[in-house]
């Protein structure tokens, strides 16, 4: 009868010796990805070398319809004031009539 020990340790995976292409097909995996990656970032790199120190501004029509025309830029220094209601924080009470 066996054990439940020795149904663990029997290599059901067959012979184990033959058909040794894993290690050398996951170097060439390695090596493959390895080199993607770094083309990769050599391209990214020349792209963003190539773009503009600063974006001239946009001068498109100022249509106070449109979602965007509100928009207040972060980084000028004057920050708007966000209109709306602050978020729950827990604490707030519910009434019942």
Same mark, same amino acid.
């Given at each position: 009868m066996l054990t439940?020990? $020795?149904?663990?340790?029997?290599?059901?995976?067959?012979? &184990?010796? &033959? #058909? #040794?292409?894993? #290690? !050398?097909?996951g170097l060439f995996?390695?090596? =493959? =990805?390895? &080199?993607a990656t770094i083309l990769l970032i050599r391209n990214m790199n020349a792209r963003l070398r190539r773009l503009p120190d600063r974006? !001239? $501004? $946009?001068s498109g029509s100022t249509d106070p319809t449109r979602a965007d025309a509100a928009?207040?830029?972060p980084t000028d220094g004057t920050g708007g004031r966000d209109s709306s209601t602050p978020a729950p924080n827990g604490h707030q009470q519910h009434l019942n009539g």
């Open positions: 439940a020990a $020795q149904v663990l340790a029997e290599n059901n995976f067959g012979d &184990t010796r &033959t #058909g #040794g292409l894993a #290690g !050398p097909m995996l390695i090596l =493959l =990805l390895a &080199t974006f !001239p $501004q $946009q928009v207040v830029d």
